[in-house]
């Protein structure tokens, strides 16, 4: 008799743990899923887009984010990265990709309260920006010999290239090329989310980064003909733009 009300017991313990469909030792999940758009729309690599009176493509898009964190309610924090490598160029190449964008998973403790914001940079901080791709293993992303420029003393934060029809004759033969580096052109953000953990644990946090975006100037947009390459901190302007541009660029869904 001892051990069946005992087997009872537990059976209630059992079952009142799991009332509300959420079991004690859950293992609780994020993805970011983060998808480049232009004008609001799916971006593709390679696919032609209005720019003003004429229209450009995109050939190559990508850039680093680091210190990746969830903030609760309640002001805590919860770390997801220090480092992520976003590559637009190898995994937006069709419309089907661009729809579903670039995701990241991470195991996480439970939040002590609600979500309230995802905070971030864009580049790396200036402490990291000391080092150097030697430093790391190769499945670091900060190991790629070709996202640091010796001449800057930086890593390359952003890349964005692609082909610009100048004349408006279906012809693109203006090759833009614009990279972001040094320790002034990092950017930190913290974006209010709204996103909820389901009864599994898991959340989805989605990231928009909207390309047309980063190239307006004023009330209209940067005139790529005149200035179509920057690869070199003595010419700041193009850098501060797309750098300053982000803040209007990047949206949570």
């Not at 004008?39 to 210190?67: H, I, K």
């Not at 990746?68 to 002001?75: E, F, S, T």
């Not at 100037?217 to 179509?228: D, F, L, M, T």
Request: proline share 4%.
């Amino acid at each position: 008799m001892k051990n069946l009300l005992f087997g009872l017991g537990l059976l209630a313990i059992v079952f009142a743990s799991c009332g509300d469909g959420t079991p004690e030792n859950l293992d609780y999940k994020t993805e970011l899923r983060i998808k480049a758009v232009y004008d609001g729309q799916p971006l593709v690599m390679f696919e032609e887009y209005d720019y003003e009176d004429t229209e450009l493509f995109f050939s190559r898009l990508d850039l680093f984010m680091n210190n990746i964190q969830l903030n609760d309610a309640d002001g805590g924090s919860i770390p997801l990265s220090d480092i992520e490598f976003v590559d637009f160029t190898e995994n937006q190449k069709t419309l089907e990709d661009a729809n579903e964008g670039i995701s990241f998973t991470y195991n996480i403790e439970k939040p002590a309260a609600d979500l309230a914001s995802i905070s971030f940079g864009v580049g790396v901080d200036a402490a990291t920006n000391t080092s150097l791709p030697t430093d790391y293993s190769s499945d670091n992303p900060l190991s790629q010999t070709g996202y640091y420029w010796e001449n800057w003393d930086s890593f390359i934060f952003m890349k964005l290239q692609g082909q610009y029809d100048e004349n408006a004759d279906g012809e693109f033969a203006l090759q833009f090329l614009f990279h972001t580096g040094t320790d002034d052109q990092h950017r930190t953000f913290n974006l209010p989310v709204t996103s909820e953990f389901d009864t599994e644990g898991n959340a989805v946090i989605e990231l928009e980064i909207d390309y047309k975006k980063m190239y307006e100037v004023g009330s209209g947009y940067y005139n790529i003909a005149e200035n179509p390459v920057n690869h070199s901190p003595m010419n700041p302007v193009p850098m501060l733009m797309l750098s300053n541009n982000l803040s209007n660029a990047l949206t949570v869904k």
